[in-house]
């Protein structure tokens, strides 16, 4: 594959997949990493993509998108991240989630389990799974977002505080070796508050989410019992992972 037919398929990917790892790239088009290096710095200099740590991304992803447009963004990873983590929770087991979009795909997958207590500041998962099953659905007040029909700020913080549950699960919208970030104050507020009521902590996230550098640490990598990923994760995150004893779930 020559350098120009390379460039079409790293945008081509950028497109399916929004970002993606240097590593990745190199795997997938069978080229050094120095090779990927030399051939984004020219996409870069013309703003055709935007070069993270680790990773390269589509300018208009930077941040986080829209939540519609992200679920539809790796469906299919966050199924299968979803099955897997909808199958560690039992029928009348209590669980705490923030919004996102695989936290969103986690509550449709529990539309099969009965008598749930549900603790959330997403209006979509709250809508998912309230009044079926027999579950009882508590809902975070405050004001909602325009994108995602969540709850935030300081209100939302103080009612979940109050509450102490088995499984406690957010997303993720990047990971590192340093830990868990978001791109969000109140996000990743939020968040941190979930982990701390849960006696399991989780986070789920897909792969593209690896090498993503946030805005606002949510929590270092001990901060979490279990990530749960449809990939692994570069050598550098498996080896914190390792070292903090956090366990790592591949769907």
Sequence with gaps: ???SKRHGEILRVLQDEGTVTIASLAQ???VSLETVRRDVKPLTRNGAVVKMHGAISLPSIVGEAPFDKRMREQADAKRAIARAMATTIRDGDSVML??????????????????????????????????VNGN???????????????AFGASAVEFVSNFAVVHAVIS?????????????LEESEFARMVLSRGERKVAVTDHTKF?????VQVCKLDGINELVSDRTPPQEITD????????????
């Design 1 to 3: 594959m020559n350098h």
């Design 28 to 30: 997938r088009l069978g």
């Design 98 to 131: 923030d919004t996102g979009t695989t936290t969103s795909y986690l509550a449709r997958e529990l539309l099969g389990h009965r008598q749930l207590t549900v603790v959330t500041n997403s209006s979509d998962i709250a809508r998912t799974l309230a009044t």
């Design 136 to 150: 009882r659905v508590y809902m975070a007040g405050g004001e909602l977002r325009s994108d995602s029909g969540a």
């Design 172 to 184: 993720a919208g990047a990971v590192s070796a340093s830990g868990i970030m978001d791109f969000d």
């Design 211 to 215: 090498g993503r550098r946030g805005l």
């Design 240 to 251: 914190e992972l390792l070292a903090c004893g956090t366990t790592l779930t591949i769907a």
